[in-house]
């Protein structure tokens, strides 16, 4: 074959291919073979006149266009002019694909547009298949049956030792009864405020669904069903509660297949049978007799409307109050929500015609109920303990309240069944002897005592005393009393000077915050009645009405040797002076005595006051839980450890808690700061205020404590084993709907007063010395020296400094002998009376409390504040308070 061949006839026009071609022939260059240059024409078989091609693209395109022979046609006039020429440009498969995607035949952007046949197929497709899915779980799903569904079991309770104290609180307490026997005012009160289109909907909401779904995969809070149908459904299906996303569509398939197959009467039957209205009541029979103690077929519209509110939370809409479960749900918190809401349903009854204006008028009020606990098994003592364990499992998310109301768990207690009965026996033997109500109504009614026993070494509560019995007094006095503790808050300011110090008043005024000055014991405080309190800057405090502080003694006493009438601070904790603490709260810094009081143990919640003077001697109102945990913390030479009182649960699955896994201490305090306020506290109870808590043979220490108005009083003491607390006071919280009152209790127990001093000093020692017999006798450890004798001046010129710093603490100047037994306030408190002399003498000055610090000077922090209101409910016994009690 010639090496030279002949060049092919250019045809005219053809586009930049032909260009191209046309450019190689003019200059010259050959063509190469067929398959000279590997190109795919000659693999692909083509057959015919040999014909040159001008590069690869030439030959695709000739094999794509299948020629077998034959010379390529010239490109028709203007070819290779339109869209998408060029080289490089892809063919048409050779077949289409099932799903064109990327889009053949498509370039840039449009390669990735789905076409409208491709959309309408998915979509058909992805609803196709949610339909099939819908039916399969229609079909896999059944209706509930509510009779089947009430398998709760018992929970069981155990004393400290093992033994079994209860066994309660799973039993489900359901009758069934027909839609006939059910009002229709208790129908269309749950209509009125629930599902208004009850009637007329297919039983779901889609929305209402798909929300909840939502926020449960964004770890929010669950939400219930929407419509009446949908909470039936969630009511019945008991055995599984579980918040996930696969029960919720479950629950959904259920919801469908009931609202297509019952009726809206069965619907409603058994919605309103399987419902939870509290107090362990299953179904409107159940509540009607819990509440009301009469059947469901007797009650009327303000009953009906009443108990549709409960179905909201019976938590916070039973007007006997839950604050073991949570502290804001207290009685009259619960009652004000309940009347709003029952009035609320009335309204929307009358609204939707389905009750007469007329008769809706008659219900204005709560309804008259009655006590919770009916149940003979938690009677006495034992409801109390139930609640509190209860309360500290689902306070601190170890057992959900559904699931207790389920049942089936073993719960171990850290009571002890002997000191719970000695506790109840030493109460019961004052209460006996001096509490007369019948003699005495107007000062003897209504008096109620709480008390709370704690192990030091563990933080374990051995005991409690909650009320006369559980059955017919429903508050939990030793986990909720709103009543001002008084001056047994003095050892947490003693404990902030030791630990932090007091201001440096030698030290530079600008820097006045950071200077301080560790105190002792023997640090010199002014003990004046009427005293001038200064703040930490050494100003003169002011009210909002800029009038000066004059802080007064309990009767108006003044301790130590005039001029300065000072003292050091273990003689003024032994005679409870409230003018020496409250000068050394300002100087420590109220800030830092909050501190140490939450070091201790107690609440911030329950703190009350916390930036005016009387904030150091005790205007809050923690429980007395929290109080006999919190000293124990100096029992325990300054170790802080979480209260609790369920010590194991377990269930059929195996053990569900312990507390030793979570078991934590903390030195809240040094030993050497916390031993110093147990060797302070020693002293009240040898010659102080508090010797009728004297033990033959023992060491004790603790504090006693009396309010402003006579309205509460304390003693909380210890022994290096048992660490306990005691409350007094007089106030109805029985009454429907009322606010919480504390009442004086001049007069009470025919006393002219109540102070710590008195009975509830005595139910201390009665207990103390039964529930430590057997026990041996410890002592505490002997306190290193701390700190340096501050000498505080309360007067422009200095006064000189004792030189003798080490000998022991002056004899306090002569007293009246009642003194000693914390003597009842006189005029001091009564400094509203205009005919009263003392009132002129303070130069238009305003005073602060009594004893108890429970006035304060005019401040905004007035104990008529928290007096009659239920802040005080806020201070659980620890545990009942939050995950770290």
């Known amino acids: 074959m010639s090496e030279h061949r002949r060049k092919p006839t250019q045809p005219q026009g053809g586009g930049r291919a032909a260009a191209r071609r046309g450019q190689s022939a003019s200059s010259g260059r050959r063509a190469a073979p067929r398959g000279a240059t590997g190109s795919p024409s000659g693999s692909y078989g083509l057959g015919g006149e040999d014909r040159p091609y001008g590069g690869r693209a030439e030959a695709r395109r000739a094999a794509q266009r299948g020629g077998a022979g034959g010379r390529r046609r010239a490109a028709p006039e203007g070819a290779g002019r339109g869209p998408g020429r060029g080289r490089g440009r892809g063919a048409p498969p050779d077949r289409k694909r099932i799903i064109d995607y990327p889009r053949a035949g498509k370039y840039g952007a449009a390669r990735w547009v789905p076409s409208w046949k491709l959309v309408t197929g998915a979509f058909i497709g992805f609803f196709g298949g949610l339909l099939a899915l819908a039916g399969v779980g229609y079909a896999w799903v059944n209706v509930p049956d509510v009779q089947q569904t009430a398998k709760a079991q018992n929970n069981v309770f155990y004393w400290a030792n093992g033994s ?27 209509i009125s405020q629930e599902n208004k289109t009850f009637y007329e909907d297919n039983g779901i909401d889609p929305m209402g669904i798909a929300r909840a779904v939502l926020n449960m995969a964004k770890g929010g809070e669950t939400q219930g069903g929407s419509t009446i149908t949908q909470q039936f459904v969630k009511n019945a299906m008991l055995d599984d509660q579980s918040q996930t996303i696969s029960r919720k569509f479950k629950e959904l398939f259920v919801s469908i297949k009931v609202g297509t197959d019952m009726d809206k009467d069965e619907i409603m039957a058994g919605y309103l049978n399987s419902a939870y209205y509290g107090r362990n009541a299953y179904g409107i029979q159940a509540a009607a007799r819990a509440y009301f103690n009469k059947d469901a077929k007797d009650l009327n519209a303000g009953e009906c409307a009443f108990l549709a509110a409960t179905l909201k939370g019976a938590t916070y809409y039973d007007p006997a109050g839950a604050t073991s479960i949570d502290p804001a749900a207290t009685s009259q918190a619960n009652s004000r929500r309940a009347l709003r809401q029952m009035q609320d349903t009335l309204e929307k009854m009358v609204e939707y015609d389905h009750l007469s204006a007329t008769e809706r008028a008659k219900y204005t009020k709560l309804p ?25 499992l689902i306070n601190n998310d170890i057992v959900s309240a559904e699931k207790l109301q389920q049942g089936g768990y073993s719960i ?45 070494a563990t933080g374990a509560i051995k005991a409690c005393y909650g009320g006369e019995n559980a059955t017919k007094h429903f ?53 004046k009645n009427k005293l001038k309190i200064r703040t930490y800057d050494g100003e003169i405090w002011r009210n909002e009405k800029d009038q000066e502080w004059l802080q007064v003694n309990d009767g108006d006493e003044s301790y130590g040797s005039p001029p300065d009438y000072k003292i050091d601070l273990r003689e003024a904790m032994r005679v409870s002076a409230n003018s020496a603490f409250v000068q050394l709260g300002m100087d420590v810094g109220l800030d830092k005595v909050k501190e140490a009081a939450v070091d201790a143990g107690l609440l911030e919640s329950s703190l009350a006051g916390t930036s005016f003077p009387s904030f150091s001697i005790g205007i809050s109102d923690p429980s007395a839980i929290r109080m006999a945990g919190s ?73 006693t404590g009396t309010t402003d108005g006579n309205k509460s009083a304390w003693f909380v003491g210890y022994t290096p084993q048992l660490s306990t607390a005691i409350g007094m006071y007089r106030m109805d919280d029985n009454a429907s709907g009322k606010e919480r009152q504390f009442l004086e209790m001049y007069g009470t127990g025919d006393q002219e007063s ?44 200095p006064s000189p400094t004792p030189t003798e710093t080490e000998e022991e603490s002056p004899e306090p100047s002569p007293t009246p002998s009642e003194s000693e ?65």
């Open 475 to 527: 508050t939990n006095n030793c986990d909720v009393t709103g009543a001002q503790v008084g001056s047994t808050f003095k050892p947490f300011v003693l404990a902030a000077a030791m630990k932090w110090g007091v201001r440096d008043k030698d030290g530079d005024p600008t820097q006045a915050q950071d200077e301080r000055t560790i105190a002792s014991p023997k640090s010199l405080y002014s003990g």
């Open 368 to 392: 008259k109920w009655q006590n919770p606990r009916a149940n003979n098994k938690l009677s006495g003592q034992v409801g109390y303990l139930v609640d509190l364990a209860k309360a500290y």
């Open 164 to 190: 079994e104290m209860v066994a309660t609180g799973g039993e489900t307490n359901r009758q069934i009864i027909n839609l006939s026997q059910i009002p229709k005012n208790m129908q269309f009160a749950v």
């Open 631 to 703: 000293y124990a913390t100096f029992a325990a030479s300054g170790k802080q450890r979480d209260l609790y009182s369920v010590t194991e649960v377990t269930n059929q699955d195996g053990t569900v808690f312990n507390h030793d896994d979570v078991a934590e201490t903390k030195q809240a305090f040094t030993a050497p700061v916390a031993d110093n306020v147990t060797d302070v506290l020693k002293t009240v109870v040898e010659d102080g205020t508090g010797t009728n808590a004297q033990l033959p043979g023992r060491e004790v220490a603790g504090k």
């Open 754 to 797: 109540i102070h710590g001093a008195s009975f509830p000093s005595e139910i201390w020692h009665d207990y103390m010395e039964q529930a430590l017999k057997g026990e041996p006798a410890k002592g505490f450890p002997k306190p290193e020296p701390i700190g340096v004798i501050v000498n505080d001046d309360p007067d422009p010129t």
């Open 821 to 885: 037994a914390e003597p009842s306030p006189s005029q001091s408190e009564t400094c509203n009376n205009p005919f009263d002399p003392t009132c002129n003498d303070t130069g238009g000055n305003d005073t602060g409390g009594t004893d108890s610090g429970g006035t304060d000077g005019g401040s905004s922090a007035s104990p008529s504040q928290s007096e009659g209101s239920t802040r005080g409910n806020g201070n659980n016994g620890g545990i009942f308070a939050g995950p770290n009690g």
């Open 412 to 456: 171990h207690t850290t009571f002890e069944k002997k000191k719970v009965d000695q506790l109840a026996a030493a109460v019961e033997k004052v209460q006996k002897a001096n509490i007369k109500p019948k003699e005495r109504p107007e000062t003897d009614t209504h008096v109620q005592f709480g008390g709370a026993s704690v192990d030091p």
